[in-house]
């Protein structure tokens, strides 16, 4: 199993950046993928997130209107479309891919792809 994100770099602020994350290894129709983020000193934190299918998006608040999660599932590969980049959106992206039914749960994630937003 491989998630590999790349697309990260530095941009200015007002900037924007698109993040992959190329899947191998498993069914990736059948995963819900998400991009989260760790800032230094802080915690991981879920960013944006879509269904299987592509037919359903939540982001958390402070990216809502400046982030687009999506997926090409014919690629198994996710995006993250990000506009209007604040500095304090600087941070560490890593993708995830999580699966459950019933008992059978599992979770991958890439290695990261750093981003940041400075001037």
């Known amino acids: 199993v491989q998630l590999v994100e790349s697309g990260g770099g530095l941009v200015q602020p007002g900037g924007s950046l698109r993040l992959s994350c190329a899947a191998s290894g498993f069914t990736f129709s059948s995963y819900v993928m998400s991009w989260y983020r760790q800032a230094p000193g802080k915690e991981r934190d879920l960013v944006a997130g879509?269904?299987?299918?592509?037919?359903?998006?939540d982001y958390t608040d402070s990216v809502k209107g400046r982030f687009t999660i999506s997926r090409d599932n014919a690629k198994n590969t996710v995006y993250l479309q990000m506009n209007s980049l604040k500095p304090e959106d600087t941070a560490v992206y890593y993708c995830?891919?999580?699966?459950?039914?019933?008992?059978?749960?599992?979770?991958?994630w890439g290695q990261g792809t750093q981003v940041t937003v400075s001037s």
């Open positions: 995830n891919a999580a699966f459950s039914r019933g008992w059978d749960t599992r979770t991958y």
């Open positions: 879509i269904t299987s299918g592509g037919g359903s998006t």
